[in-house]
């Protein structure tokens, strides 16, 4: 019995229930392509992982709240729910297509509020992030902080790293760019303009390789029925108020689905 091969096995057996996210999610607005944050945004299905992905992701997810605790145990005041809603803590913008998750917020010394952002790295990732700095090492984790900073007006954040390997800590204070702000924003309004457009031409580009939506963008999987959803629909268009419009006037269904397609890299229009 091989219990290694077992475990793959039930990974592989079991029915992913999860349906995609259908808004632009903080973690996403910094991805280089804005067809990845199209698909994103209209709930497109990823290109399914594998097991041991799936793993990497769910480990990242426990360790948070660890860390939560550390700093707790540490006399720093962290409120990693909305006491309004003892959920965690959401931000939005665009009427909602644009939506925020902070893992908390801290006191700081002066009496202030910060954004919290916790990541668990691996060893190289780790080392990357303390010798140069998150805008430098981590872009997106950079974007996602600055984004939801952005929207809650926040004037810094802590971006707290927890290392896998050995369990060290190092955090870094992030200061607001309000300039890197707006460039994000502008990124939002071309995906809701509906201006999204390919990274690259070429579905062997390395940036297509490792995308989760890479499938659906390069057609090599057809849309189930049950993603054959308003959403989904070129004729679906998203408003910046956070409305939908659909220009051949479809209501509740959609009754003349075609597949919303971005567009293609500008050197090749």
Same mark, same amino acid.
């Given at each position: 019995?091989?219990?290694?091969?077992?475990?793959?096995?039930?990974?592989?057996?079991?029915?992913?229930?999860?349906?995609?996210?259908?808004?632009?999610?903080?973690?996403?607005? &910094?991805?280089?392509?804005?067809?990845?944050?199209?698909? !994103?945004?209209?709930?497109? /299905?990823? $290109?399914?992982?594998?097991?041991?992905?799936?793993?990497?992701?769910?480990?990242?997810?426990?360790?948070?709240?660890?860390?939560?605790?550390?700093?707790?145990?540490? #006399?720093?005041?962290?409120?990693?729910?909305?006491?309004?809603? *003892?959920?965690?803590?959401?931000?939005?913008?665009?009427?909602?297509?644009?939506? &925020?998750?902070?893992?908390?917020?801290?006191?700081?010394?002066?009496?202030?509020?910060?954004?919290?952002?916790?990541?668990?790295?691996?060893?190289?990732?780790?080392?990357?992030?303390?010798? #140069?700095?998150?805008?430098?090492?981590?872009? =997106?984790?950079?974007?996602?902080?600055?984004?939801?900073? &952005?929207?809650?007006?926040?004037?810094? =954040?802590?971006?707290? !790293?927890?290392?896998?390997? *050995?369990?060290?800590?190092?955090?870094?204070?992030?200061?607001?760019?309000?300039?890197?702000?707006?460039?994000?924003?502008?990124?939002?309004? #071309?995906?809701?303009?509906?201006?999204?457009?390919?990274? !690259?031409?070429? /579905?062997?580009?390395?940036?297509?390789?490792?995308?989760?939506?890479?499938?659906?963008?390069?057609? $090599?999987?057809?849309?189930?029925?049950?993603?054959?959803?308003?959403? $989904?629909?070129?004729?679906?268009? /998203?408003?910046?108020? =956070?409305?939908?419009?659909?220009?051949? &006037?479809?209501?509740?269904?959609?009754?003349?689905?075609? !597949?919303?397609?971005?567009?293609?890299?500008?050197?090749?229009?």
């Amino acid at each position: 019995m091989n219990i290694a091969d077992l475990i793959e096995r039930a990974y592989d057996s079991d029915i992913q229930d999860e349906k995609p996210r259908s808004y632009i999610g903080a973690s996403s607005v &910094g991805h280089s392509c804005e067809a990845m944050i199209g698909f !994103s945004l209209r709930g497109f /299905p990823n $290109t399914p992982i594998d097991s041991q992905l799936r793993r990497i992701f769910r480990e990242g997810h426990r360790i948070e709240p660890q860390v939560v605790a550390d700093m707790k145990k540490a #006399n720093i005041e962290v409120m990693e729910k909305d006491p309004m809603n *003892n959920k965690q803590w959401a931000f939005h913008s665009y009427g909602g297509h644009a939506v &925020g998750h902070a893992d908390g917020i801290i006191e700081a010394p002066d009496g202030s509020s910060w954004l919290l952002e916790v990541k668990s790295m691996s060893d190289a990732n780790f080392k990357d992030f303390k010798k #140069n700095g998150v805008k430098s090492s981590h872009r =997106g984790y950079y974007a996602q902080m600055q984004f939801m900073m &952005g929207m809650a007006k926040f004037e810094k =954040g802590v971006l707290v !790293s927890y290392n896998k390997n *050995n369990s060290e800590y190092h955090s870094e204070i992030v200061e607001y760019d309000e300039f890197f702000y707006q460039s994000l924003r502008q990124k939002v309004e #071309n995906v809701l303009l509906d201006r999204a457009m390919r990274i !690259s031409d070429d /579905p062997s580009d390395y940036r297509c390789r490792g995308c989760f939506k890479r499938e659906v963008c390069w057609e $090599t999987k057809e849309i189930e029925k049950k993603y054959q959803v308003p959403k $989904t629909c070129k004729n679906y268009q /998203p408003k910046l108020d =956070g409305t939908w419009t659909c220009d051949k &006037g479809c209501q509740q269904e959609c009754q003349k689905w075609e !597949s919303w397609r971005p567009k293609l890299k500008a050197s090749s229009t």
